[in-house]
């Protein structure tokens, strides 16, 4: 069996940057010759959805809504499975990780996990890092996303947990930094991604270009952090 990889981006509060994340590591994921499913985990709001329309609901505080994740890996349709997780949904994730024993994930379906957690100016994401590489430690991959949205993230930077988090567990980074509030909110009146408004007619020329520096910024972030995201 080839390998896979699942990647889950953690479920914190609303308004850290989840959902753009995970269209751009999508993006760079459908550049590289795999086949990716994704996930909307918010079958609410559906806010994943209104930019990707090929991706596919699951309701995370359904019980056993997350085995849905394994589905297409185990049907052999994707390499990996890229999962936008609903808000307040990181106890749920965690606990269905260890239920079905991370190891086991390896050695039987061959599927390394990768978590994929924000920082932002606010503290609770610290306090969220925290909790994810606390109790999941090495057993996964970690990508820490600095999300510059809200300000620098300098307590981050300072803390002992982001030098903890890079040696010992061998995190990568990737920052996204500040974008205008009216690109993102011309992005949003057409339901476009960032990858996708690189070349739409309905942005501005001046838009399409900040777009397309910024896919670019993050695709080189992202080719260094392959190991981290490719099966």
């Not at 749920?92 to 190891?103: A, E, T």
């Not at 974008?179 to 996708?196: R, S």
């Not at 408004?197 to 670019?216: E, F, G, T």
Request: net charge negative.
């Amino acid at each position: 069996m080839n390998k896979r990889r699942i990647i889950i981006t953690a479920g914190a509060k609303g308004g850290t940057g989840k959902t753009l994340t995970t269209t751009l590591v999508h993006g760079w994921l459908s550049e590289q010759s795999i086949r990716v499913t994704l996930i909307d985990g918010d079958a609410e709001n559906s806010t994943l959805s209104r930019f990707a329309p090929n991706s596919t609901f699951i309701d995370m505080h359904r019980p056993a809504a997350l085995d849905e994740i394994i589905l297409p890996l185990e049907s052999d349709q994707a390499d990996v499975v890229l999962l936008d997780s609903r808000a307040a949904t990181s106890e749920d994730s965690i606990s269905w990780l260890q239920q079905l024993g991370l190891r086991a994930l390896q050695e039987e379906l061959h599927t390394r996990v990768t978590i994929v957690t924000l920082v932002t100016h606010s503290r609770d994401t610290l306090e969220q890092l925290k909790r994810w590489t606390g109790t999941l430690k090495d057993e996964v991959d970690w990508i820490v996303v600095r999300n510059l949205v809200g300000g620098q993230v300098d307590e981050y930077d300072a803390s002992n947990l982001r030098s903890a988090v890079l040696k010992k567990l061998r995190a990568a980074e990737i920052t996204v930094p500040l974008i205008p509030p009216y690109v993102m909110a011309n992005l949003e009146v057409h339901g476009l991604t960032v990858a996708a408004a690189r070349v739409s007619p309905n942005i501005s020329w001046a838009n399409r270009r900040r777009c397309q520096s910024l896919y670019d910024l993050i695709g080189a972030q992202c080719d260094e952090a392959r190991s981290h995201l490719l099966p």
